[in-house]
C-alpha cells in the first residue's frame, strides 16, 4: 500500500501552483513556490507519507532517491531545482534570504523547465516498472499529458532503449508538438542510420502485413514511419499545449478503469499531477485525435 496519498496534497498544490502560476506575484516568490511543487513531486516519487518531514537538501531525501531507478537522474533533477548553477538563480536562493540580487523573467522560465524535468521522473520511474508500449491503453491516455511532459519522459526513455518503436514513435509526435515540425525533422534527419536499422513491425506483423495484402509495410522502417508522421502533420488539428489546456481534454477523455496494478499507478499518476492545475479552453480547431499506428514491438 502507497504511503503517499494525492488527496494529502489537493489543498497544498492548489496554492502552490496558484501562486506559482496564476496569480500575481513576484518571479522570486513564483520561482519559490515552484520549489514546494517540487518537494511535494519527490515525495510522490520516494512515497512519502505527509507525516514526514522533508526538505529537498536532506540526506534523507538523497538516500531515499538513492533506491529508485534511475537515481542519478532523478537526483540531477532535483539539484536544478534547489540549487544555483552560477547562471541563475534556483529554488533556494528565492526561498532564503541570502540573495538580495533581482530575479528575472528568465530564471522564472527555466525553473518551470526544471519542474517539467522533474515531473517527467514520474512518468521514466513508472516506464522503468512497465514497458513502454506494452499497454495500448495506457498509451493512449499517456498521450493525454501535455506534449512536453511527453518529450522529456520519452527522451530519457529512448536514451535507454532506443530500439522501442513506441518510444520512436510517441517521441517523434511529442517534438512536433512541442517544437513543431522543421525540429522533428531535423532529429529525423541527424538519427537517419539508425532509425533505417530498425523495422516498425515484428515479424509476426510482416507476415500478417503480407496475408492481407501489403507486403510493402514489412519493409517500413522507423524512418519511413517518422517521415510520413511529420509530412502529414501539417493535417494534425491545434490540440492542448499547456497543463491547463491538457488538464480539461484529461477529464473528459481518459478511458482509465482498469482495475489492475498497471493500470491503477498510471491513473493515480495522471490524476497527481493535474491536481490544482486550472483547466483553460482548448483551441477553437480541436477535436478529439488520436494517433493510431501499426507498430509491434519486438
Known amino acids: 500500500m502507497s504511503n503517499f496519498n494525492n488527496a494529502d496534497y489537493e489543498n497544498l498544490l492548489t496554492d502552490c501552483l496558484n501562486d506559482a502560476f496564476y496569480a500575481t506575484t513576484s518571479f522570486r516568490g513564483k520561482i519559490a513556490h515552484i520549489r514546494q511543487v517540487a518537494e511535494i513531486v519527490v515525495r510522490k516519487l520516494i512515497d512519502c507519507p505527509s507525516t514526514q518531514k522533508l526538505m529537498l537538501g536532506q540526506t534523507f531525501v538523497k538516500d531515499e532517491i538513492k533506491k529508485l531507478n534511475n537515481c542519478d537522474h532523478i537526483q ?27 530575479i528575472e523573467d528568465k530564471e522564472y522560465r527555466e525553473a518551470i523547465n526544471s519542474l517539467q524535468e522533474l515531473i517527467a521522473c514520474l512518468f521514466i520511474d513508472y516506464f522503468t516498472t512497465y514497458k513502454f508500449g506494452s499497454n495500448s491503453e495506457i498509451m493512449k491516455n499517456f498521450s493525454l499529458l501535455p506534449p512536453v511532459i511527453r518529450f522529456k519522459t520519452l527522451t530519457f526513455l529512448y536514451s535507454k532503449d532506443n530500439s522501442n518503436v513506441n518510444i520512436i514513435d510517441k517521441l517523434v509526435l511529442s517534438m512536433i508538438k512541442t517544437f513543431g515540425a522543421d525540429k522533428a525533422k531535423e532529429w529525423v534527419e541527424n538519427n537517419k542510420e539508425h532509425l533505417e536499422k530498425i523495422h516498425s513491425t515484428s515479424p509476426e506483423m510482416g507476415a500478417l502485413f503480407a496475408m492481407l495484402g501489403h507486403p510493402q509495410l514489412m519493409s517500413r522502417t522507423m524512418y519511413d514511419c517518422c517521415v510520413t508522421k511529420i509530412n502529414d502533420s501539417a493535417s494534425f488539428p491545434q490540440m492542448y499545449k ?57
Open 242 to 298: 499547456t497543463f491547463e489546456e491538457a488538464k480539461r481534454f484529461y477529464s473528459d477523455n481518459n478511458t482509465l478503469n482498469g482495475t489492475d496494478e498497471e493500470a491503477l499507478k498510471f491513473k493515480d499518476l495522471m490524476d497527481f499531477v493535474f491536481i490544482g492545475r486550472k483547466e483553460e479552453p482548448l483551441p477553437v480547431d480541436n477535436n478529439p485525435f488520436f494517433v493510431l499506428h501499426c507498430f509491434a514491438q519486438k
Open 76 to 102: 540531477s533533477c532535483v539539484e536544478d531545482i534547489i540549487k544555483d548553477d552560477g547562471l541563475m538563480h534556483r529554488g533556494n536562493s528565492c526561498t532564503h534570504t541570502g540573495v538580495t540580487d533581482s
